[in-house]
């Protein structure tokens, strides 16, 4: 009896229809995988760190996501929409089949857009205000989230905003603008990133962070170096690095553009430089903003271009604090007084 009830149903108009629509869908998402799957391999040679952070990446997760879900979606929601039936429909009755025809193809458009619009844009980007340069509306949410991870009573976020601008801006319109694969390549030295970390043939920065803080930079290396997420918490333990140490300085601003050229020339030509102040006569070594910056420090003889590393140190530290700063003020909603 049940097997004769099984032939009934198997022998149903609507079901033999809708075995052969799934066997369809199968076929179609069977193709769609592998689609997905190459695509994803792809993914292996590209920086990737859970969030878009270069646009080859974030493409590559928008296309694999937009096809599976668009489909999906459009199978769930429009079940009995065959686009293959619509263009056969069209012979007889071209006006509605051109209707629902365009019905859903403006369905799918509005699918891609949302797809576009959840995995590329940014997430605090409605939260930021107009002029800031192209690249800080991706990557200044990304710094933003590793110095509330790892720094979240930073006095002044605006100095971390302005230092990334410092370190990859040419100009303000450059495509090397906070951009994590802003890149800076010379016989002397090799930095790339919102930091520009570096290595020369003395030193290795990448490599002595990776020893240091280790699972922290653990997919970090020199082979895939443009992950914005890490380059932006090097630059925020780094800054902190510089920052602890410091004592002695007269207030909060002095201390970060102390801590500051400590990133730029090193901690042990910070303390020259202090020490040396404190041997002059009216030189506050409390104070970097015409005191400890005077004083002896960097070589000043020339080091790039026509600048010397003295002046490149000192530059570093006014650029960032009394020039590029303003730009980020409204990060500093608790720290008006610095």
């Given amino acids: 009896m049940l097997k004769t009830l099984l032939r009934h149903w198997a022998d149903l108009p609507w079901l033999k229809r809708h075995i052969h629509d799934l066997r369809g869908d199968f076929q179609r998402l069977l193709l769609l995988a592998a689609v997905a799957g190459i695509t994803m391999l792809a993914l292996n040679h590209l ?4 969030t878009p952070g270069d646009l080859l990446s974030a493409l590559a997760f928008v296309l694999i996501t937009m096809i599976l879900m668009m489909h999906i979606l459009r199978r769930v929601l429009l079940p009995f929409v065959q686009m293959g039936t619509l263009v056969h429909k069209a012979y007889e009755d071209p006006l509605a089949s051109a209707i629902i025809f ?16 959840l995995f590329i844009a940014p997430g605090h980007a409605s939260s930021l205000p107009g002029g800031l340069p192209a690249h800080a509306y991706r990557n200044l949410p990304i710094l933003l989230t590793e110095q509330q991870r790892f720094w979240p009573d930073h006095p002044a976020p605006s100095v971390l905003a302005a230092q990334v601008e410092q370190e990859t801006c040419p100009s303000l319109h450059s495509a090397q603008c906070w951009s994590e694969r802003a890149e800076l390549k010379t016989s002397r030295e090799h930095g790339i990133g919102l930091g520009q970390i570096t290595r020369t043939a003395r030193f290795d920065t990448l490599s002595a962070l990776k020893r240091q803080y280790g ?8 082979a895939a170096p443009y992950n914005p997420a890490l380059q932006a ?13 410091i004592r002695g300085t007269a207030n909060t601003k002095e201390h970060l553009a102390m801590s500051l050229n400590c990133y730029n020339a090193g901690p042990g030509m910070l303390a020259i430089s202090r020490s040396r102040c404190a ?14 910056e005077l004083a002896a420090g960097p070589s000043r003889t020339t080091g790039y271009g026509k600048r010397s590393f003295y002046a490149i140190s000192r530059e570093y530290v006014s650029n960032i604090m009394l020039k590029r700063r303003n730009r980020y003020q409204f990060l500093d909603a608790q720290s008006a007084n610095v």
């Avoid at 699972?215 to 020199?222: G, P, V």
């Avoid at 041997?279 to 005191?291: E, L, M, S, T, Y």
Wanted: hydrophobic share 50%.
């Fill in 102 to 117: 365009a019905a859903v193809i403006l369905f799918k458009s509005v699918l891609i857009l949302s797809f576009v619009l």
């Fill in 233 to 245: 918490r090097a630059l925020v333990l780094q800054d902190k690095q510089c920052y602890t140490p």
């Fill in 47 to 50: 920086s990737w760190g859970g």
């Fill in 215 to 222: 699972a922290l930079l653990a997919n970090w290396s020199w």
């Fill in 279 to 292: 041997a002059q006569r009216g030189c506050k070594p409390d104070h970097w903003f015409g005191h400890v």
